[in-house]
C-alpha cells in the first residue's frame, strides 16, 4: 500500500465511536499498518457530537483527516452526516444506520460493532484481525453478540 487511507466515524455521545476506531486501530496496527488516530469527543457526555478519525498506510504522518480527504464516513446518528460530509473525498463511501439490518440488531448498545462489521467491507484485511481486535477490546461476556452483529454488519447485502 503506498498511500493514506482516510476513516471517519461520527455519532453521538454514548453510541461507541472510540470504541469502534479502538478496534480498527488496533487490527490495522495487527496488520501492519502505521495507524494514527484523533477524536473530538464535543459534548459527548451529554449526548453531543463525537467523531474520531483513522489514517493507516505505510507511513502516516499526521492523525487528521484533511478536508476531502476521507476514503469511508461511518455514521452512527444520521443527523451526523452532515456535520462530517465535507471531509469526504469525492467518490468516498459512506455508511449510515439505514444501510444496516437494524430489524436484526439484537441490542442497540451494539450498532457500533455492527457498523464496524459494515466499515470492514471497506478494508482490505482478513475478519480474523477485525474479531481478534474486538474481543481485545470487549469482556469476554460481549464477545458472542459483537462478533454476531459485527458478522452481520459485514455480511449484509
Do not use: C, W
Amino acid at each position: 500500500m503506498s498511500g493514506v487511507r482516510n476513516i471517519i466515524v461520527a455519532g453521538l455521545g454514548g453510541q461507541g465511536v472510540l470504541k469502534v476506531t479502538d478496534i480498527l486501530a488496533e487490527a490495522l496496527f495487527e496488520a501492519g499498518f502505521d495507524v494514527k488516530k484523533s477524536e473530538v469527543h464535543g459534548m459527548s457526555q451529554r449526548g453531543g457530537s463525537v467523531s474520531s478519525e483513522v489514517r493507516y498506510g505505510d507511513e502516516v504522518a499526521s492523525p487528521m483527516v484533511p478536508a476531502g480527504e476521507a476514503d469511508v464516513l461511518a455514521v452512527l446518528e444520521s443527523g451526523q452526516l452532515e456535520v462530517v460530509r465535507p471531509l469526504l473525498r469525492a467518490g468516498g463511501a459512506v455508511i449510515t444506520p439505514e444501510d444496516l439490518p437494524l430489524d436484526q440488531l439484537k441490542n442497540p448498545k451494539a450498532l457500533n460493532t455492527m457498523m464496524l462489521g459494515a466499515l470492514s467491507r471497506h478494508i482490505d484485511l482478513p475478519e480474523e484481525i477485525f474479531i481478534a481486535a474486538l474481543k481485545a477490546n470487549f469482556p469476554e461476556k460481549l464477545h458472542e453478540v459483537n462478533v454476531e452483529m459485527f458478522r452481520l454488519g459485514r455480511n449484509f447485502r
